[in-house]
Nanobody, 126 residues
Framework: EVQLVESGGGLVQAGGSLRLSCAAS????????IGWFRQAPGKEREGVSC????????YYTDSVKGRFIISSDNAKNTVYLQMNSLKPEDTAVYYC???????????????????WGQGTQVTVSS
């Protein structure tokens, strides 16, 4: 059974940090790109940061560049999203997703991903 389990969300003040974790199981980790997406109320789901397991390429949406860092621990089948200098506009439900490679230029498109976690709430207060 494929499982993606997110953790690490919560309430933080603006300027603070959180680290999200996505623990994957039930599939061959190396064969899948892993992405972090977020969805705020009334908005479309957007790709925040993604990593290709095939070539190590990464994607960051413009609004998080320089603040968020995606990383992967192969031994633990876990992908992390370190979020620094958080802003109120980062408030959303964050989802982890896995997409079978090759994902290529679709790395940040939700439609490129096959499996999704249940999401974790991130709330940034001003």
């Amino acid at each position: 059974e494929v499982q993606l389990v997110e953790s690490g969300g919560g309430l933080v003040q603006a300027g603070g940090s959180l680290r999200l974790s996505c623990a994957a199981s039930g599939f061959t980790f190396d064969d899948y790109a892993i992405g972090w997406f977020r969805q705020a109320p009334g908005k479309e789901r957007e790709g925040v940061s993604c990593i290709s397991r095939r070539d190590g390429s990464t994607y960051y949406t413009d609004s998080v560049k320089g603040r968020f860092i995606i990383s992967s621990d192969n031994a633990k089948n876990t992908v992390y999203l370190q979020m620094n200098s958080l802003k109120p506009e980062d408030t959303a439900v964050y989802y982890c997703a896995a997409g079978h490679e090759p994902v290529g230029l679709r790395l940040h498109y939700p439609t490129a991903y096959d499996y999704w976690g249940q999401g974790t709430q991130v709330t940034v207060s001003s």
